[in-house]
């Protein structure tokens, strides 16, 4: 599943957007501002980020220069300004589109579908996980340990991918019960402490990438 990032101090627009593009079968990732979302790059990988460019702490043409520095992420810049001035400045920073609100969700999302192809990413790097010796097929379902197949309960597998799709960042146990189980699960945190101790026995020495954070939950670390 491709993930974004969609980037506005607008909370209505970043719904609008979350809905579109989850149901074209995008994952989306959130920040507020510029400074969040550069953060947020520094320990997670994404296919694609829509941002608008008049946002607090850091605007959009320099959080999309910072973030051109690190990472070859495709950005697509929303902005309320359509001067050509603005638009130039974008492109020169290496943005790969420009859409001018108030704009369409669906022209938003056949955009956001061109710039992603135009990255080149192939569907083989979308499915494939590698975390050294334990491989994650996505596209299979199934889990390898050094080339010898991992047997985990359906609920340990979705934990592990969304725990490695999302490496390097800290989640709260409530927050693993909503994005996990779902917002309608009924239960407490201590499901998602015994789904950890079991996951973690499957995995064998590769355990060592599920961190606990007392006092929090857990992260995968890689």
Not at 55 to 83: H, N, Q, W, Y
Not at 113 to 120: C, D, E, H, P
Not at 127 to 140: W, Y
Request: proline share 3%.
């Amino acid at each position: 599943m491709r993930t974004i990032l969609v980037v506005d101090d607008e909370e209505k627009i970043r719904a609008v957007i979350r809905e579109y593009a989850e149901f074209n079968g995008y994952k989306v990732v959130e920040a507020q501002d510029g400074l969040d979302a550069l953060n947020l790059c520094k320990v997670q990988d994404f296919d694609a980020i829509v941002m608008d460019v008049m946002m607090p702490k850091l605007d959009g043409f320099s959080t999309s220069k910072e973030i051109k520095k690190i990472k070859p992420i495709p950005i697509i810049l929303l902005s309320a300004r359509g001067e050509e001035y603005d638009k130039l400045l974008g492109f020169e920073l290496g943005i790969d589109d420009y859409i001018v609100k108030p704009f369409s969700p669906k022209e938003l999302i056949a955009r956001l579908n061109v710039v992603i192809k135009r990255s080149g990413k192939s569907e083989s790097d979308l499915q494939t996980l590698s975390f050294d010796g334990l491989i994650i097929d996505q596209l299979a379902h199934t889990v390898y340990m050094d080339g010898i197949k991992c047997e985990l309960t359906p609920k340990e597998y979705d934990l592990l991918i969304f725990l490695s799709t999302n490496k390097n960042i800290a989640f709260s146990r409530e927050k693993l019960l909503s994005e996990v189980w779902g917002f309608d699960f009924f239960g407490d945190d201590r499901t998602i402490d015994t789904h950890i101790k079991t996951l973690r026995s499957h995995l064998g020495e590769y355990r060592k990438f599920v961190v606990t954070l007392r006092g929090l939950g857990y992260k995968f670390e890689y």
